[in-house]
């Protein structure tokens, strides 16, 4: 992979994230953006599906070992 394409790739993942945690703002899942670790995933509101849960998941959190 080349220098470019990596730049690309980690503006697209930044850009991704944050048009995620902009609609759990704006579903009002969570109040603030520091609700999600720098190190999570943010979920996407329109492709998770919570059932009949009261339990909004917000983000996945990566486990290092």
Known sequence: MTRRSEKQSR???V???NRRVEQLLAKKWIKSH???P???IPVDPD???IGRSYFHPICYILSAK
């Open 47 to 49: 492709k998770i599906n």
């Open 11 to 13: 503006f697209l993942a």
């Open 34 to 36: 520091t609700e999600i």
């Open 15 to 17: 850009k991704e994230r």
């Open 38 to 40: 720098d190190d999570a």
